[in-house]
């Protein structure tokens, strides 16, 4: 087994969002999943989030090009689009993953959310029976190292989120806020944050979802909201001086034509922190609208990141030393059947012994020969266990060492 052959192929934040746009994979990650096993991946994992789309993977014989290939094929595109998709094999992708869990490749550095996105990532994985020992080793290490590294460093204590931020771009376009009247399309976790972070400003909020009972189950949540119809979201925007969209939509949840139709001219901020992009980019163009996007977010992010750099160092010592951890462990799993046979020979040989013992001895009572069962247990683990560790020795210390599980069996 080579690490090499644990791979990565995807396209990051640093990519303009019209680009980005067009590789989201959605609702149909286990459909994708399945695919890629047709195409013939060991393993697979897809983290698809606002900012990132990316497949990891685990195969001896196909390469990153054929996965940007299985990019351009599945979202339709021209091919000159595969200059955009990054490619990484071996320690690189353990070391990925890890900032990524930890929120140092991140717009808002630190960020609660990606983490949870690398939980679901890898749930829907084992679900779809795409992952394996090798992705659930490393998404799992990069969910503990996460969690980690956000309450031994304190980083949760600065991290703001992408809401947060849309909330400080809609206060500098009308510097006083209170008594503004907001309207968020989509109830999911970026909405509910920008919800809560409003009200709290005292701005007066209307909410609208596609599923009108998530809308309804969320005013439970938070009654100081009021729920509106999807299907009067324009009649809505016209009464807002705030709006708001963070949904799953394929396609444009706000429509150029139809808010041309509903529009007085009044000032408004809408801000679209969805990816796809909810919000038709031409309405920008109008007079009297200000319309942010999650990449006109991101130098606030970036400033925001200047300020923790003390506590990024850290983090990413803790990176330094879980991938190390990660590669001894992934340097050992060759010798794992030789380990299981070793445990096998020497339990073998204790049940031989013990009835061999137990035959000679005359009067020894049930209990007699359960102490003798355990002692000799005993010895065998410790003997097996040291043989196991010297062997594992070796392999941690020489890249290069072979392992002929075979001539090992031999000298057992």
């Known amino acids: 087994m080579d690490i090499n052959n644990i791979k990565m192929v995807g396209i990051d934040q640093s990519i ?20 890629l096993k047709n195409v013939g991946l060991d393993e697979i994992v897809i983290l698809s989030t606002c900012h990132r789309s990316e497949i990891y993977f685990y195969s001896e014989s196909i390469g990153l090009e054929r996965i940007k290939d299985f990019y351009v094929e599945h979202f339709k595109l021209e091919d000159d689009f595969k200059n955009y998709l990054y490619g990484i094999s071996g320690i690189k992708v353990v070391e990925h993953i890890f900032r990524v ?8 550095v630190g960020e609660d ?8 990532a890898l749930n829907i994985s084992q679900i779809s029976k795409a992952s394996g020992k090798i992705l659930n080793k490393l998404f799992r ?4 190292l996460g969690k980690k590294a956000r309450t031994d460093t304190g980083i949760k204590n600065f991290s703001s989120s992408i809401s947060h931020i849309a909330v400080k771009f809609i206060q500098d376009v009308f510097k006083d806020i209170k008594g503004k009247k907001a309207f968020v399309i989509g109830t999911g976790e970026m909405g ?17 979802n596609r599923t009108h009972s998530r809308a ?17 979201k324009y009649e809505q925007i016209a009464k807002s001086d705030i709006v708001i969209s963070a949904t799953n939509a394929p396609h444009y949840t706000v429509c150029y034509d139809k808010f041309i139709n509903v529009y007085d001219g009044k000032r408004i901020c809408m801000v679209d922190i969805a ?38 160092k850290d983090i990413e010592k803790m990176i330094f030393d879980k991938k190390a951890e990660f590669n001894d462990w992934f340097k050992t799993i060759k010798i794992e059947p030789y380990i299981k046979k070793v445990n096998i020979y020497s339990h073998n ?9 137990v035959n000679k001895l005359e009067g020894a009572t049930e209990r007699d020969k359960e102490n003798i069962r355990i002692s000799l247990k005993r010895v065998a683990d410790k003997m097996s266990n040291m043989m196991i560790s010297h062997i594992k020795k070796d392999v941690l210390m020489n890249d290069d060492i072979s392992f002929n599980e075979d001539r090992r069996e031999e000298n057992i």
């Open 16 to 35: 303009p969002i019209e680009i980005r746009e067009k590789v989201s994979f959605n609702r149909d990650i286990a459909d994708v999943l399945q695919k």
């Open 101 to 108: 869990a930890c929120g140092l490749e991140s717009m808002v």
């Open 113 to 120: 959310q990606i983490l949870g996105q690398v939980k679901d």
């Open 141 to 144: 290490d990069a969910i503990t």
């Open 192 to 208: 509910k944050i920008a919800i809560k972070n409003l009200i709290a400003k005292g701005v007066n909020v209307c909410v609208s």
């Open 216 to 232: 309804q189950n969320l005013k439970e949540e938070i009654p100081e909201i009021d729920v509106v119809p999807y299907e009067d």
């Open 275 to 312: 990816l796809p992009r909810d919000i038709d980019p031409t309405i920008a163009e109008i007079d009297g609208v200000s319309l942010y996007t999650i990449d006109d977010l991101r130098k606030t992010a970036e400033e925001n990141r200047k300020k923790r750099i003390d506590v990024i």
């Open 349 to 357: 040989i204790c049940d031989i012994e013990f009835e061999r013992l």
